[in-house]
């Protein structure tokens, strides 16, 4: 167990609908990663959120979007859905201390979306 | 442009045979590097990273990687391997500098060990 924790485990929705994933970081850590893994493109980068500010951006689709609370706990939201956005979505918590420049990212469990 | 290249994209081997999994990265900077386990079903593990120091470093479950620097590589190894083994695995690199930590990642590797 990482310590981070993400929900829903899995989602089954239809084209055009919008979903909401959630995830929660390990205790401490500032910085959370949002990473989508397909069959076609493996792991690619979505997005980073670095206590609560966007810090970098991947290859995000504009219909997708992120926030991360004042809690810490980030939401990721898929909209205008389409059968191409079924994947399994990972969130990664990391502290990144700015007193260090070495960083290890811990990933939750995964939501896997199947759109229909 | 940042990359990172798996060579073996499956790989099947016998109980104790021995292991290594080829990554080669391109990358700019100061890089930390990192080997990924997914078992089946399962979310993405941790194996092991390097930072920086020694080049040889020595993972969880037997696992060690060798980075070497003038070929860009980070390869996998393992002397012995078990059924237990058998999943996904994954090389990723990042930069060490700022709060960009994005990883770049390789395709995966999979591996199936027969009893």
């Known amino acids: 167990d990482s310590g981070v924790t993400q929900t829903p485990k899995h989602l089954i929705t239809a084209t055009g609908q919008r979903v909401t994933l959630r995830c929660s970081p390990r205790s401490g850590d500032l910085s959370v990663y949002w990473y989508q893994q397909s069959l076609d493109q493996g792991l690619q980068f979505l997005i980073q959120?670095?206590?609560?500010?966007?810090?970098a951006k991947g290859n995000i689709l504009e219909r997708f979007s992120a926030q991360q609370f004042p809690d810490l706990h980030s939401e990721l939201n898929l909209s205008s859905l389409e059968l191409g956005d079924s994947a399994l979505y990972f969130c990664a918590s990391s502290l990144i201390s700015t007193s260090s420049s070495t960083d290890t990212q811990y990933f939750g469990p995964g939501t896997r979306l199947t759109v229909l | 442009a940042q990359s990172v290249s798996q060579h073996n994209h499956h790989v099947i081997l016998s109980e104790a045979a021995s292991l290594e999994l080829g990554c080669n990265y391109s990358y700019g900077g100061t890089v930390n590097l990192f080997w990924y386990v997914q078992y089946p079903g399962q979310h993405l593990q941790l194996l092991l990273k390097y930072f920086s120091g020694d080049p040889l470093v020595k993972g969880i479950k037997g696992f060690e990687a060798e980075f070497i620097k003038s070929k860009f590589s980070f390869n996998l190894r393992k002397p012995s391997v078990q059924w237990s083994d058998t999943a996904e695995y994954f090389c990723a690199v990042n930069g060490n500098a700022g709060n960009n930590r994005k990883l770049i990642w390789g395709l995966g590797t999979s591996l199936a060990v027969n009893p």
């Open positions: 959120y670095y206590n609560g500010e966007e810090r």
